[in-house]
């Protein structure tokens, strides 16, 4: 079973608009972390936001926000008021820690573009 | 330079060739990793290594080999390497503790002929 899965493969949003990204991982660790990345045409992997699984409250990063529902298994990032810059794949990543060895699973992406 | 830097950020080479990626951080951070990215796949974490350990190896064929002389610079050596391993490869860094996000280079785009 994947431990990441991100079941969007593209979206298309206009400008100004909110998106949301899905994601949906699989653990039996209760210690656990959840990112999200971007990756521009640039190649370049940039951290956006991150979760733990103790964290009361979803987190937030300026226009980017997490809606972290532990129960259900998800951790869909928000993107508010979307602008063009937007435009590029997005990695939901789950870091596990087993022996003392971290390990980061990333999912097969989303590619997310921004209609003017 | 700051952050993760990669080099070279291009690189064609013969299945008869051998050649090395490099990665350098300037972070100050403890822990170092390869991955690589094929076209339509997740990442795939190669290598780790925590203060110039290495702490992973995740099934990678022994055409690659890893160095980490030290906790800010890491290799990748390639050799006798095949067609399907044309991918970007990736180097990241982190504090290695579980809340610390890891930080990515822009990654060396390898081809092979």
């Known amino acids: 079973a994947q431990k990441i899965t991100q079941t969007q493969p593209g979206m298309f949003v206009q400008e100004k608009e909110a998106v949301t990204l899905d994601c949906t991982y699989d653990?039996?660790?209760?210690?656990?972390?959840l990112f999200w990345y971007k990756q521009p045409s640039s190649g370049e992997m940039i951290f956006l936001i991150y979760?733990?699984?103790?964290?009361?409250q979803n987190a937030t990063e300026g226009r980017y926000s997490l809606n972290f529902q532990k129960a259900r298994k998800s951790a869909n990032l928000v993107i508010s008021a979307s602008q063009l810059g937007d435009s590029a794949m997005y990695f939901c990543a789950m870091r596990e820690v087993n022996f003392g060895n971290e390990k980061l699973t990333f999912g097969t992406g989303t590619r997310l573009t921004i209609i003017p | 330079e700051t952050g993760v830097t990669q080099t070279p950020r291009h690189l064609v080479m013969g299945m008869t060739n051998k050649k090395s990626l490099k990665c350098e951080q300037h972070?100050?951070?403890?822990?170092m990793y390869w991955y690589k990215q094929s076209a339509k796949k997740p990442l795939e974490l190669m290598f780790v290594y925590n203060f110039k350990e290495q702490t992973e190896n995740n099934s990678v064929p022994s055409r690659f080999s890893p160095e980490c002389p030290n906790s800010s610079h890491l290799f990748l050596h390639l050799h006798t390497l095949q067609p399907e391993d044309s991918a970007l490869y990736l180097c990241a860094s982190s504090q290695g503790s579980r809340d610390n996000e890891q930080f990515f280079g822009p990654g060396t785009r390898l081809t092979v002929l």
């Open positions: 972070l100050g951070h403890n822990a």
């Open positions: 653990t039996s660790d209760p210690s656990y972390g």
């Open positions: 979760q733990g699984s103790y964290d009361q």
